[in-house]
């Protein structure tokens, strides 16, 4: 479909910029977020008669967003979340998650529509997320996932929880283990009993 853009839109183009995207992503994301028109002479009529105010609008609003940005960039957020022994969190962290600890902390101007996840996020970390408060204005956060305030302080201080972890089990119990081994074996049986036959055989 071949659609006229109403502001800027990453890896499409800019206001007034006609444009071709497939059906569903018009119809379903674009159109009804009135952030496109389709492309025919009426609606090429009705822009370009309203390019002016359409244009100032954006200005506008791309003012607030760069307002907005110098108390949101850089910003770090903390989720305290429940994980097994490897890090792997029971859940995931959402959009929703993300916007809540952002109105906990005071930054009341960001929308679930404005952070780019681009997969959940499964495990324990730091994790860098990026905040679009305007087509033409981004900023980056930084979502401190752990078990507790204690481990986002580490982590926020550059330690690797998860690393630190793995280190703790590896310093603990290790098993014996002989690569030549047959399979059921014990390390170090063959080598018992590898002793009296070489007697008999001398004998």
């Not at 183009?13 to 071709?20: C, L, N």
């Not at 550059?158 to 280190?167: L, T």
């Amino acid at each position: 479909m071949e659609i006229i853009l109403l502001e800027r839109i990453e890896k499409l183009g800019a206001i007034g910029d006609v444009v071709t995207v497939k059906d569903g992503y018009a119809r379903n994301f674009l159109l009804p977020n009135k952030k496109a028109l389709r492309s025919n002479n009426a609606n090429k009529k009705v822009f370009e008669a309203n390019r002016a105010k359409i244009e100032a609008d954006n200005a506008a609003r791309r003012t607030d967003a760069e307002g907005s940005a110098k108390s949101i960039e850089g910003k770090q957020v903390v989720l305290i979340r429940q994980s097994s022994n490897s890090g792997q969190l029971y859940g995931s962290v959402s959009v929703r998650d993300i916007v809540e600890a952002l109105e906990a902390d005071g930054v009341n101007t960001v929308t679930k529509a404005m952070v780019v996840l681009e997969r959940p996020i499964k495990t324990l970390g730091l994790f860098d997320v990026k905040v679009s408060l305007h087509p033409e204005v981004s900023v980056g956060i930084k979502v401190n996932v752990a078990r507790s305030p204690e481990e986002a302080d580490l982590q926020k201080d550059g330690v690797d929880v998860m690393a630190s972890m793995f280190e703790k089990d590896e310093a603990g119990f290790t098993e014996a283990y002989d690569p030549n081994a047959e399979p059921g074996t014990i390390a170090g049986e063959d080598n018992a009993d590898a002793a009296p036959a070489a007697e008999n055989e001398e004998a």
